[in-house]
Each structure stands twice: as structure tokens, then as C-alpha cells.
């Protein structure tokens, strides 16, 4: 898939780096389980190696999981066997080639990926129509065009290497929820310079 052999490069060593903020990582899995229920189906893209699904699976019915790399998805597979979970799917695919019906899941989740992709707004789109009604959407995404709008210069030199950065602001993140016709449900930012802004928005 385009652009997609830096991820494979990265895969191992990634799924070795711990989270940076694991304080704010615990939060965000909490708030995303207080709108799960046990009937659910899921959607996760740009799933990496699989560490945030294999933690919800227990309390969802369901969790496709997709993810450009094909070495991502395969440690990811590695760690649900281990864990001998069987209700998460493990699929390589972007969120531009994977397709649904309109109104599949009850709760799709883009975690550290939207600021990744050129077209964040048509994948925001694409997302509110796979969504069920009242589904939510839960994204964890850095808006570095808040702070860092010296990216905007490096951004061309990324892409070369395969690795996007879309760079943009808050609000501008904000608008695109709201124009695709999600309502903000909740949003947090922990503090500290160049955090991720973490977004539930639900479908109408």
C-alpha cells in the first residue's frame, strides 16, 4: 500500500516503546468504556499493533481492526492469540480502501491517526456514515498547527520519507466533526505543550 514501508520499518520497534503519557492514555481508555456496551460493533483504524483493541475487547461484542501495515497487524495478531482473544479482527487495510455499509458500527475509534492523513475531513465523513445512530466516534489527534507551525515547512520532507503530517489546529479539527454533522460529546487536553486533543463525538 502507498507509503506504507515506513510503518513496516517501525512496527517492532513500536511496539516496544511504551506510551509516553500513560496517565492520559488510562484516561482516555476509561471515557471510551463508559459509551461501550457489551452488544457493540467496532471499528478501530490505524489500529499499530493492536494494544488499544486487545484492552476493549472485553467490553464490546466485536472489534475490526485494520491497519496500513502488514507487520503491524501481525504482531498484533501475535498478542491476541497470546491473550486467546478471539472477537477482534485483524485486517491490513487503510480507512480510504476499507469499506462498510452505512451504518455498520456502533463506535469507531481513530487514535493518534487523523493528523497522519491528508484528507482527515473525508475520512471524518466516511466515519459518520459507517456510524450508527447515536454512535460515537473517539479520536485522539495532535493538532500541532496549535502550536508548531514551523511542521508546515518540514511536512513536504515527510512525506518523502512516508510519513505524512497534516497540520492543523484545534478548532479547525473541531469544525470538521461539526460539519460532517457530529456533536462534541466530550473533550480533553492534558497539559503540557503538544498534547493530543481527545475528541467523543457523537452521530445525530
Not at 489500529?47 to 467490553?59: E, L, N, V
Not at 480507512?95 to 471524518?124: C, R, W
Amino acid at each position: 500500500m502507498e507509503r506504507s514501508f515506513f510503518w513496516e520499518k517501525m512496527a517492532e520497534r513500536y511496539s516496544k516503546t511504551p506510551v509516553a503519557d500513560e496517565a492520559a492514555y488510562q484516561k482516555k481508555l476509561q471515557v471510551t468504556r463508559e459509551y461501550f456496551r457489551p452488544e457493540m460493533e467496532v471499528l478501530e483504524f490505524g489500529c499499530g499493533t493492536g494494544s488499544t483493541a486487545i484492552t476493549h475487547s472485553p467490553y464490546v461484542k466485536h472489534i475490526q481492526a485494520i491497519d496500513i501495515s502488514s507487520k503491524m497487524i501481525e504482531i498484533a495478531r501475535c498478542k491476541a492469540d497470546a491473550k486467546n482473544i478471539e472477537n477482534i479482527t485483524f485486517e491490513r487495510s487503510t480507512i480510504d480502501a476499507f469499506t462498510a455499509p452505512d451504518q455498520t458500527f456502533d463506535a469507531v475509534l481513530g487514535l493518534s491517526i487523523l493528523h497522519l492523513l491528508d484528507n482527515y475531513d473525508e475520512v471524518i465523513a466516511k466515519v459518520y456514515k459507517m456510524l450508527k445512530p447515536g454512535g460515537i466516534f473517539v479520536s485522539s489527534t495532535a493538532c500541532v498547527g496549535d502550536k508548531m507551525k514551523y511542521f508546515k515547512i518540514i511536512t513536504p520532507i515527510l512525506k518523502i520519507i512516508g510519513l505524512r503530517l497534516n497540520v492543523f489546529t484545534r478548532k479547525e479539527l473541531q469544525a470538521g466533526m461539526t460539519d460532517a454533522g457530529f456533536k462534541i460529546d466530550h473533550q480533553w487536553q492534558p497539559p503540557g505543550k503538544g498534547k493530543a486533543v481527545f475528541i467523543v463525538a457523537k452521530k445525530a
